[in-house]
């Protein structure tokens, strides 16, 4: 069974960066970031094929989100800049199969493999 372990989070000043990585124990087609907040569901922060493929972002994370992908090291990564307080949630890495589209889903129930989760707080 896929393992996924995160690293990275923690408390930032609104405009602040702040960067997660996922290390996985195996190969991995597709592999997304989630979050969730309190008293919210869970919500698409990006997604990407490991090989080959751009990350797709949520439209409130363009432009300041970077999802990216090390296969020598099986690792995920999450660069967020100009953090927001609204951005503050538990963040997760997912591994799912080799979507029929080609496109990783957004939905959240595609993948099967989780991380245990990593704070991120944005204060204003």
């Known amino acids: 069974q896929v393992q996924l372990v995160q690293s990275g989070g923690g408390s930032v000043e609104a405009g602040g960066s702040l960067k997660l990585s996922c290390v996985h124990s195996?190969?991995?087609?597709?592999m997304g970031w989630f979050r969730q907040a309190p008293g919210k569901e869970r919500e698409v922060v990006a997604r990407?094929?490991?090989?080959?493929?751009?990350?797709l972002y949520a439209d409130s994370m363009k432009g300041r989100f970077d999802a990216s992908v090390d296969n020598a090291r099986n690792t995920l990564y999450l660069e967020m800049n100009s953090l927001k307080p609204e951005d503050t949630a538990m963040y997760y890495c997912?591994?799912?199969?080799?979507?029929?589209?080609?496109?990783?889903?957004?939905?959240?129930?595609?993948?099967?493999?989780w991380g245990q989760g990593t704070q991120v707080t944005v204060s204003s």
């Open positions: 997912a591994g799912g199969p080799y979507p029929l589209s080609g496109i990783c889903l957004r939905s959240d129930v595609y993948y099967n493999s």
């Open positions: 195996g190969y991995i087609p597709c």
């Open positions: 990407i094929m490991t090989r080959g493929g751009a990350a």
